[in-house]
């Protein structure tokens, strides 16, 4: 398997900007978690997905984030519009949650880096 | 709420030597799991090593090992024979078993392995 797949890489935008992240989990994983990286407050927890459902968003710092899973094999993350105290590192993971309260893994994408200058 | 602490923004260790990260963490769980990953330049966060809070014997991993204090809610990292490979960013994180997206990172330390 390829692992957890995001695109791009890098992305660097102006102010103002919409900008989509996109995620595509591991294949047969059913949860799906997108999280935000900076030096000043470390790695967040922005949203969590269940079977392709948003489960807690508690963590998506404003309305202009949001995130959509339309089916099981893709997810974006937008931000519109872009400021630039959302440069950071965005990272998704995925998961195979087979029972509850047991151990499943959560493996990480490569990430994102945001510039918004 | 759970908060994961690590005191160590920067360690520095020679290489072939031995190296302990710290990790504290707060919680009033009795079972959870904790879990350090290795973050590279390369940005991709790498699983290390897992421990299960109800298995007393503490995990090991090839050169990695972790001492797990639950009494005093420590979990450190110790890399045997380091290699120049290992320098990166560690992070100690945790995770309650009633809530699979309730992950805690703490905030990080990282690692030079000096040649």
């Known amino acids: 398997d390829a692992g957890v797949i995001q695109s791009p890489r890098h992305e660097v935008t102006e102010m103002g900007q919409e900008v989509t992240l996109r995620c595509k989990p591991i294949s047969g994983h059913n949860s799906l978690f997108w999280y935000r990286q900076t030096m000043m407050r470390g790695l967040e927890l922005l949203i969590y997905?269940?079977?392709?459902?948003?489960?807690?968003d508690s963590g998506m710092p404003e309305d202009r984030f949001s995130a959509k899973m339309p089916n099981a094999s893709f997810s974006t993350l937008k931000i519109q519009p872009s400021e630039p105290r959302d440069s950071a590192v965005y990272f998704c993971?995925?998961?195979?949650?087979?029972?509850?309260?047991?151990?499943?893994?959560?493996?990480f994408g490569p990430g994102t880096r945001l510039t918004v200058l | 709420a759970q908060t994961v602490t690590q005191s160590q923004p920067e360690m520095s260790v020679q290489e072939a030597e031995t190296v302990t990260l710290s990790c504290t963490y707060d919680?009033?769980?009795?079972?959870?799991?904790l879990f350090w990953y290795k973050q590279p330049p390369s940005r991709q966060m790498i699983l290390v090593i897992r421990?299960?809070?109800?298995?007393?014997q503490n995990a090991t991993e090839n050169r990695f090992s972790v001492n797990f204090q639950k009494a005093a809610k420590s979990f450190s990292l110790k890399i045997s024979d380091s290699q120049l490979g290992d320098a990166a960013m560690y992070f100690c994180a945790y995770r309650s078993p009633y809530n699979n997206n309730d992950m805690r990172f703490g905030a990080g330390t990282r690692l030079t392995v000096k040649p």
């Open positions: 919680t009033s769980e009795s079972d959870y799991y």
């Open positions: 997905f269940n079977n392709n459902v948003p489960i807690d």
């Open positions: 993971a995925s998961s195979l949650v087979a029972e509850p309260y047991s151990y499943n893994e959560q493996f």
């Open positions: 421990q299960e809070a109800y298995k007393q």
